[in-house]
């Protein structure tokens, strides 16, 4: 298995334009979750998806984020307009949860740059 | 907002020392989770222990949860250089499906050879 599948790896855009992270989850699994990672708020969940659905998205910081699941094999985060604080390694990851606790499995993440 | 703390934040051993990073957290929790971080990469399961039990192992491994004391310990045996990576506790509240976890902010473990 191929893994979390992130796109792009690395991002750099300038302030006000429209970004767009693309995920791929394992095949098979059906949670998907987003978390953005920054040295002064660590690892902070974004997101996340059961079966398509998304759950909690109570941790997407501002309107100008949103987060979209069209089918079990992708998603996408999008952030528009972007801003400087928006520099981020962002995160997806998937799981299979059947009723019982589960770990996560996460893709290399997309290290975006916000000038 | 951050529910786990790690302690220490770095700690630097020699190869073959064993490493014990300690987790508080701060809300009742369902299971507890340890994951590692190798520099620019991704993170990696290392460990699940459920709330109901008190210590479970894994190759050289070995996870305490004490939920008296809101408080779990990571201790990683023999140490190698390959250890070298940032770990993460991360806590989950339900265990009966999908629940992303909230992660401290990591203990920077440095392996000298």
């Known amino acids: 298995d191929a893994g979390v599948i992130q796109s792009p790896r690395h991002e750099v855009t300038e302030m006000g334009q429209e970004v767009t992270l693309r995920c791929k989850p394992i095949s098979g699994h059906n949670s998907l979750f987003w978390y953005r990672q920054t040295m002064m708020r660590g690892l902070e969940l974004l997101i996340y998806f059961n079966n398509n659905v998304p759950i909690d998205d109570s941790g997407m910081p501002e309107d100008r984020f949103s987060a979209k699941m069209p089918n079990a094999s992708f998603s996408t985060l999008k952030i528009q307009p972007s801003e400087p604080r928006d520099s981020a390694v962002y995160f997806c990851?998937?799981?299979?949860?059947?009723?019982?606790?589960?770990?996560?499995?996460f893709g290399p993440g997309t290290r975006l740059t916000v000038t | 907002s951050q529910q786990g703390e790690e302690d220490p934040q770095a700690l630097s051993i020699q190869e073959g020392e064993n490493a014990t990073m300690n987790c508080s957290y701060k809300t009742s929790i369902n299971n507890l989770q340890w994951y590692r971080q190798n520099s620019g990469r991704g993170l990696v399961h290392l460990i699940l222990i459920r709330s109901n039990e008190r210590e479970k192992h894994s190759g050289r491994l070995r996870v305490t949860l004490d939920t008296s004391k809101k408080s779990s310990s990571l201790l990683i045996t023999a140490s190698r250089a390959a250890d070298t990576a940032s770990y993460f506790c991360a806590t989950a509240f339900t265990g009966g499906g999908a629940d992303g976890l909230t992660f401290g902010k990591g203990t920077h473990l440095i392996i000298q050879p």
């Open positions: 990851a998937s799981s299979f949860s059947a009723g019982r606790a589960y770990e996560q499995y």
